[in-house]
């Protein structure tokens, strides 16, 4: 079965900061577009940020500009989200997946290997 599997989320203060990593089970990562999206309760799933395979052309949703930055080693095929300055409206469940177009389109549904999610809590 081939999936992305999330690792870094956890419980964090107002403007702390956290490392998501996305690494890739049974298929190659460093051929995809990463994307990372979040689902918060009672929302529907968000894009939050992708990076293309190549050129790292790279895309952040509004809220998260300034803040969060991906980016991506190939040579050990993972991606990684660092989140900076993190806010209460940052609490989700955070995915990663891959998508084999550049990173243009942030739509859940062109996107493949789901992982699981890990939980990403910002509170005092």
């Known amino acids: 079965q081939y999936h992305a599997v999330e690792s870094g989320g956890g419980l964090v203060q107002p403007g702390g900061s956290l490392r998501l990593s996305c690494a890739a089970s049974g298929f190659v990562l460093n051929y995809y577009t990463i994307g990372w999206f979040r689902q918060a309760p009672g929302k529907e799933r968000e894009g939050v940020s992708c990076?293309?395979?190549?050129?790292?052309?790279?895309y952040y949703t509004d809220s998260v500009k300034g803040r969060f930055s991906i980016s991506r080693d190939n040579t050990k095929n993972t991606g990684y989200l660092q989140m900076n300055d993190l806010r209460p409206e940052d609490t989700a469940v955070y995915y990663c997946a891959a998508f084999g177009g550049g990173c243009t389109i942030m739509s859940p549904e062109w996107y493949n290997y789901w992982g699981q999610g890990t939980q990403v809590t910002v509170s005092s």
């Open positions: 990076i293309s395979p190549n050129d790292g052309k790279t």
